[in-house]
């Protein structure tokens, strides 16, 4: 029997549940509405974070720093701040010049509800306001700790993580990339800020870097798994389901997973990965449950 055949649906379905509610209160609190001429700009910082995106990366980190007994607070504020990188990359994927999307988590794209301008402005402000929380003494009072967050989300969202896949992915339009380069690329653009949650939840937890070894391979497996699934989800799936554009890739004559290794073997290559991620927690046991209840939602989604 799978180690997931024995995890209950209502752990995964709680969890995220949880999180939702924590994260949106959070941004909530946090991003309050000056009344002056920037009421414009954190309006629209609002209308991006606030109600949407299932938030697998801060469930990822407070999962994991759930196993260490990180106080809870700590794990959101965390998950705050790497889901406003996630929230700010998409503001800006969304705009004209890059992937000039209408639709996001089911509503107009924040270009379209405001203006470019706003959108620019509102997601290089997510992007300050994610490091901003990190700083604070109320995510953690050890300044090492605060250092190391702020540190691996910066490497996970920069020109060797995030953005460093998002350029690839932009010469992905114009250029034929093999599987090892699209394996490349997502690792950068997806995986980065995956692997990222995994180790900040780590890093309030005090865990060695040595002893972050099977959490990194755990992440690494689920980002690719993730990205799998993406390109499933774009070569196949419901646009009403997903609350966005879908078919873009083959539009845009990019490779991807399923362009190469076509669907069922891109489908089976996921299943794959995250058997291999499950296996990579076999030294913990019920408290990595959620872990393992997120590798199977990973490539079960349809959104």
Not at 39 to 55: P, Q, T
Not at 105 to 129: N, R, S
């Amino acid at each position: 029997m799978s180690t997931l055949a024995i995890v209950p649906n209502s752990l995964l379905a709680d969890g995220l549940t949880r999180i939702q509610q924590e994260i949106d209160s959070a941004f909530d609190s946090l991003l309050s509405v000056p009344e002056d001429q920037r009421a414009r700009l954190v309006e629209a910082m609002r209308y991006a974070a606030i109600g949407g995106g299932k938030r697998v990366r801060p469930l990822l980190l407070a999962a994991t720093a759930d196993m260490y007994g990180v106080d809870r607070q700590a794990a959101v504020r965390a998950g705050i701040a790497i889901e406003s990188v996630h929230v700010y990359s998409l503001i800006h994927d969304d705009l004209p010049c890059m992937d000039n999307d209408a639709l996001r988590h089911g509503k107009p794209t924040l270009h379209l509800a405001f203006d470019e301008a706003t959108a620019v402005l509102a997601g290089d402000a997510l992007q300050c306001f994610a490091f901003e929380v990190l700083a604070d003494t109320a995510t953690s009072g050890d300044p090492f700790t605060r250092i190391e967050l702020v540190t691996t989300l910066a490497v996970a969202s920069g020109q060797n993580g995030m953005a460093g896949g998002q350029m690839m992915d932009i010469a992905a339009e114009t250029a034929s990339f093999d599987l090892a380069t699209v394996s490349r690329l997502q690792q950068l653009k997806t995986g980065a800020l995956l692997g990222a949650a995994v180790e900040m939840g780590a890093v309030l937890g005090k865990v060695s870097v040595e002893g972050r070894r099977h959490l990194r391979a755990y992440a690494r497996d689920i980002g690719l798994a993730f990205q799998i699934a993406d390109d499933l989800l774009d070569y196949e799936g419901d646009e009403a389901a997903a609350g966005k554009a879908l078919r873009k890739d083959a539009g845009q004559g990019k490779e991807t997973f399923v362009s190469l290794l076509g669907p069922e073997r891109a489908r089976e290559q996921a299943r794959m990965l995250v058997d291999q991620a499950i296996s990579h927690l076999s030294n913990h046991g019920a408290e990595a449950d959620l872990l393992r209840a997120l590798a199977r939602f990973i490539v079960e989604r349809d959104r």
